[in-house]
């Protein structure tokens, strides 16, 4: 029975997952009521089973109609989509489900042995230290495109500035909401997200829906990848899996911004940087291993501490809570045949869901087949069902319309979007970690210095500014010697 829940918590998932706008979190909200009536481990098997098929959902409509089904799925919208657009969606479909396998299979290893050193080690992070973990992610990201660095940093300005509206947590003072009753809760970033990527993809294509000349694949081979493909891929995703891993044993950090760091760093270690955000495997390789890692790594801070390490953890932590358990280091030593059942369901669970997900991705790629003006219609509903969704709110839609004009525009000026929207959601929890160690300190910059976390965060800082430029001229040199040779 467990093994059939199971199954049926990865196949919500990976539907849940696909859908714009609602992501693990709303799956697993939505499951709550169905499992209460399972016991404790089969609705704790059948929660996680959501989790981690949200993330190997997400990709599918990433990579077919540039819709990311959450914030852990944009990155597969930077080389997926132009993937599909060159007539390698197969190979995209199979390499996110690939690497979301091994991602997760090697981060459940993971979990099984360095549970509890892993999640006292993430209690030594503070304020500073959570702060300057989401400069690190910022600046990698921004410098990471080459040739609009500076266009990179702007474009993370406005995402800051767009974290900014509504109700400061702190202060209680109302920010940019220009008297708005619906922008004093804020602007969620799905709805940002959305917005920037689908509707904006709508507004992208409007031409070609007019008059036809896009090309769409409408022949699909087998659902699979060559040796080559794996032999660019292979190494990316072993080396973002840990890093995804770690990242989502932070309370939240989150698989979005694992993701986009992976992506960053692939294109750094990249020979042929150029080539991505055009089709590069890598780059679907990278993200989708690092989100399902930190799907697993989200696990342990709930399990082992009873601090939820992403916003499903935390429903999640609501329904241990409710079915009589408490999370925590007891929970380890008390009721172990719990927390084992749960990390073996994982093993399980990623093998159905890498066979679920291959054979499934030959039945979506035919999306690609349906013609423009049917197609980017559909997607426009999505884009307002999944909106609404999120916030339940009419206002929302003037979002959706605002961000998705200023997306379709940024786009036409060749602004890179990843600063600007994973600026959007780190932006508040950045600020208020800011405060929260600046007040600590009674105004001493120091404390942004005082611990080896923060050293090393720092030197991560200045590389990730300064190692594009190295880069560059590393080149040049090896360039000019091998023309002197």
Known sequence: MNILFVTIGGVLGTIVGMLPGLGPATGVAILLPLTFSLGPIGALIMMCGVYYGAMYGGSRASILINTPGDGAAIAATFDGYPMSLQGKAESALAMSAIASFIGGSIATVFIAVLALPVARFALKFGSAEYFLLYVFALSATASMSDGKRLKGFISMIIGLMVSTVGIDPQSGVNRFSFGSLELQGGIDFLIVIIAVFAFGEVLKSFRNITDGTKKIQTKFGKIWITKEEWKLSIWPILRSTPLGFFVGVLPGAGATIASLMAYSNEKRFSKHPE????????????????????????????????????????????????????????????????????????????????????????????????????????????TFVGTYAIASSVASFYLLLVFGIFGYFMSKASFPMSPFVLAVIVGTNMEQYFRRAYKISNGNMKIFASSPICIILIILIVGSLFLPLLQRTFKSWKSQRLAQA
């Open 275 to 382: 080539k991505f955000g055009h089709g590069a495997i890598e780059g679907v390789a990278a993200p989708e291993s690092a989100n399902n890692a930190a799907s697993v790594g989200a696990l342990i801070p709930m399990l082992a501490l009873g601090v939820p390490g992403s916003g499903t953890t935390a429903v999640m932590m609501g329904a241990m809570l409710m079915l009589g358990l408490q999370p925590g280091p007891a929970l380890f030593q008390q009721q172990s045949n719990i927390v084992w059942a749960i990390i073996a369901s994982m093993f399980i669970g990623n093998i159905i869901l890498a066979v679920i997900n291959i054979p499934l991705a030959g039945v979506l790629v035919r999306i690609l087949a349906v013609p423009p003006r049917v197609l980017y219609p559909i997607v426009l509903g999505l």
